[in-house]
């Protein structure tokens, strides 16, 4: 039976580097309270004792290099190689992140710690200064508790900054939207509601509309001919229905007064344009999004069906690079669809099962429930009966699926293969099903990838998803189109 380590989520990283000196006196610990102006830093050793007491540097880059200076002749004076030398300090904003970077991109070992874990090894837990934060980091760092291999680095960093950039854009449009249907409900009530008006809300025809003086009498004033030209011009399949009960709505509803329709339409003008520039903004995003979830193992989870390219890369981006990451219980409980177990009182005592926790990444979280439904309506039909039979059995059929796929999300990105179904999974099964199979995973990939601007860049031969094709295709000896 193989054993298990009851430090779990102790760093690897660091746990090597007291091996390799195989002597707690030759290591140097360095925790850093972070701030924006000034660090807290202070030397000690693998066993606790203080080299040197806690000073100042600055957050700069005369700071970063009289700290290195400073390491390098305490580790002379004291006999520790550099090399058993690791820095660390809590997650903390931007302001550190460059300080951090530039420590690392030298070959330094930089762990991160939890502020709220970081609090419970202070001294006092009632009061918080620099120094009580700063022993209890360094506590924690001596326990071999830290992240030295962070999601956020490399193309991931990228991704997950463009990701996390665009979620706020979408929040933001969706502000806008509801003032723009404050604002509509009073200069033409019903407008923005398809059934009343045969116009789609926010549609090309829709914002054109509303740009420009909009309201129930300029709507009247227009000329039916003008108006279903306008209207198939922005594609509408049948221009004059939409026109005439488009008219005869707007003759049928109560019309604000004169009073203040000018002021009301300036607001509205405003926040049109605001919308479409967010639009416009969002699109840009998701296509940088796109190119650069091509680069990484997160793009195979787009053959899963149901899964597209925002949520594939708003998976791959929380978890980062799936070699680096913990186990699979660790990530699911990092995701916060686990919910909470207590059992006490010995063998016999009963189990508890609680709400899951709050404490979680909760953007992974919405990305991995949010996929975990498109599975359940649109996904592959053995998923698809999976998620009925938990809501059958009574089960929170999306946090149940959630964790399924990420499972499946951790294998395909780590293994670099595309989704198979379990039918196909047989070693015995014949070669050509899996070919035809892999022809319609072809055909729903490069569906979704050209809707983006990266669909040369996702089938590159130095990328994932070119070197599966290429591998695929000799393998089973078919040509995929494209």
Same mark, same amino acid.
């Given at each position: 039976?193989?054993?298990? =380590?009851?430090? %779990?989520?102790?760093?690897?990283?660091?746990?090597?580097?007291?091996?390799?000196?195989?002597?707690?006196?030759?290591?140097?610990?360095?925790?850093?309270?972070?701030?924006?102006?000034?660090?807290?830093?202070?030397?000690?050793?693998?066993?606790?004792?203080?080299?040197?007491?806690?000073?100042?540097?600055?957050?700069?880059?005369?700071?970063?290099?009289?700290?290195?200076? %400073?390491?390098? +002749?305490?580790?002379?004076?004291?006999?520790?190689?550099?090399?058993?030398?690791?820095?660390?300090?809590?997650?903390?904003?931007?302001?550190?992140? $460059?300080?951090?970077?530039?420590?690392?991109?030298? $070959?330094?070992?930089?762990?991160?710690?939890?502020?709220?874990?970081?609090?419970?090894?202070?001294?006092? &837990?009632?009061?918080?200064?620099?120094?009580?934060?700063?022993?209890?980091?360094?506590?924690?760092?001596?326990?071999?508790?830290?992240?030295?291999?962070?999601?956020?680095?490399?193309?991931?960093?990228?991704?997950?900054?463009?990701?996390?950039?665009?979620?706020?854009?979408?929040? &933001?449009?969706? @502000?806008?939207?509801?003032?723009?249907?404050?604002?509509?409900?009073?200069?033409?009530?019903?407008?923005?509601?398809?059934?009343?008006?045969?116009?789609?809300?926010?549609?090309?025809?829709?914002?054109?509309?509303?740009?420009?003086?909009?309201?129930?009498?300029? #709507?009247?004033?227009?000329?039916?001919?003008?108006?279903?030209?306008?209207?198939?011009?922005?594609?509408?399949?049948?221009?004059?229905?939409?026109?005439?009960?488009?008219?005869?709505?707007?003759?049928?509803?109560?019309?604000?007064?004169? $009073?203040?329709?000018?002021?009301?339409?300036?607001?509205?003008?405003?926040?049109?344009?605001?919308?479409? /520039? !967010?639009? @416009?903004? #969002?699109?840009?995003?998701?296509?940088?999004?796109? %190119?650069?979830?091509?680069?990484?193992?997160?793009?195979?989870?787009?053959?899963?069906?149901?899964?597209?390219?925002?949520?594939?890369?708003?998976?791959?981006?929380?978890?980062?690079?799936?070699?680096?990451?913990?186990?699979?219980? $660790?990530?699911?409980?990092?995701?916060?669809?686990?919910?909470?177990?207590?059992?006490?009182?010995?063998?016999?005592? +009963?189990?508890?099962?609680?709400?899951?926790?709050?404490?979680?990444?909760?953007?992974?979280?919405?990305?991995?429930?949010?996929?975990?439904?498109?599975?359940?309506?649109?996904?592959?039909?053995?998923?698809?009966? *999976?998620?009925?039979?938990?809501?059958?059995?009574?089960?929170?059929? *999306?946090?149940?699926?959630?964790?399924?796929?990420?499972?499946?999300?951790? /294998?395909?990105?780590?293994?670099?293969?595309?989704?198979?179904?379990?039918?196909?999974?047989?070693?015995?099964?014949?070669?050509?099903?899996?070919?035809?199979?892999?022809?319609?995973?072809?055909?729903?990939?490069?569906?979704?990838?050209?809707?983006?601007?990266?669909?040369?860049?996702?089938?590159?031969?130095?990328?994932? !998803?070119?070197?599966?094709? =290429? &591998?695929?295709?000799?393998?089973?000896?078919? +040509?995929?189109?494209?």
């Amino acid at each position: 039976m193989k054993k298990k =380590n009851i430090f %779990q989520d102790q760093s690897q990283e660091i746990l090597n580097l007291f091996e390799d000196a195989n002597d707690r006196t030759k290591v140097m610990c360095i925790p850093m309270d972070y701030a924006k102006k000034d660090h807290l830093v202070m030397f000690c050793n693998g066993n606790g004792k203080i080299i040197r007491k806690p000073f100042s540097i600055k957050n700069s880059l005369k700071g970063k290099n009289y700290l290195t200076d %400073q390491v390098r +002749k305490s580790c002379r004076h004291h006999g520790i190689n550099l090399k058993h030398t690791f820095f660390g300090g809590e997650d903390c904003g931007s302001y550190a992140d $460059n300080f951090i970077t530039t420590l690392r991109s030298e $070959n330094w070992l930089v762990a991160g710690v939890n502020a709220r874990d970081a609090k419970t090894y202070r001294d006092n &837990m009632q009061a918080s200064t620099d120094l009580l934060d700063l022993s209890g980091i360094c506590k924690m760092l001596l326990n071999c508790k830290g992240n030295c291999s962070p999601a956020q680095s490399g193309i991931y960093l990228n991704l997950r900054l463009l990701v996390r950039q665009r979620r706020q854009f979408v929040k &933001m449009r969706t @502000e806008v939207k509801n003032r723009i249907y404050a604002l509509v409900d009073r200069i033409f009530p019903g407008f923005l509601d398809e059934k009343k008006s045969g116009i789609l809300s926010f549609s090309k025809a829709s914002l054109f509309l509303m740009e420009d003086r909009f309201s129930v009498h300029q #709507i009247l004033r227009r000329q039916r001919h003008v108006l279903i030209k306008l209207l198939y011009r922005f594609g509408l399949h049948h221009p004059e229905k939409s026109a005439d009960k488009l008219l005869h709505h707007a003759s049928h509803v109560l019309r604000p007064s004169k $009073n203040n329709i000018v002021t009301l339409q300036i607001s509205l003008t405003r926040e049109i344009g605001l919308f479409k /520039c !967010l639009q @416009e903004n #969002i699109k840009y995003l998701e296509n940088s999004i796109a %190119q650069n979830l091509a680069q990484t193992q997160g793009a195979f989870l787009t053959s899963i069906k149901g899964i597209g390219i925002i949520l594939a890369a708003g998976v791959s981006a929380e978890i980062g690079d799936p070699d680096k990451q913990k186990s699979l219980s $660790n990530l699911i409980s990092y995701a916060g669809i686990i919910p909470r177990i207590k059992q006490t009182g010995g063998t016999q005592g +009963k189990v508890q099962v609680k709400k899951v926790g709050k404490r979680c990444n909760r953007i992974l979280k919405d990305y991995v429930v949010q996929s975990a439904c498109h599975i359940g309506k649109h996904g592959p039909e053995d998923l698809m009966m *999976d998620h009925k039979k938990r809501e059958a059995q009574g089960q929170h059929a *999306d946090f149940g699926t959630a964790r399924r796929y990420l499972r499946m999300a951790m /294998c395909l990105m780590q293994t670099s293969q595309t989704y198979l179904p379990e039918m196909l999974r047989n070693k015995n099964i014949d070669k050509s099903q899996r070919a035809e199979y892999y022809l319609e995973t072809w055909s729903t990939l490069y569906k979704k990838w050209s809707q983006t601007k990266a669909l040369k860049i996702v089938f590159a031969k130095n990328n994932p !998803l070119g070197q599966w094709s =290429n &591998m695929i295709q000799e393998v089973y000896g078919i +040509k995929f189109k494209i």
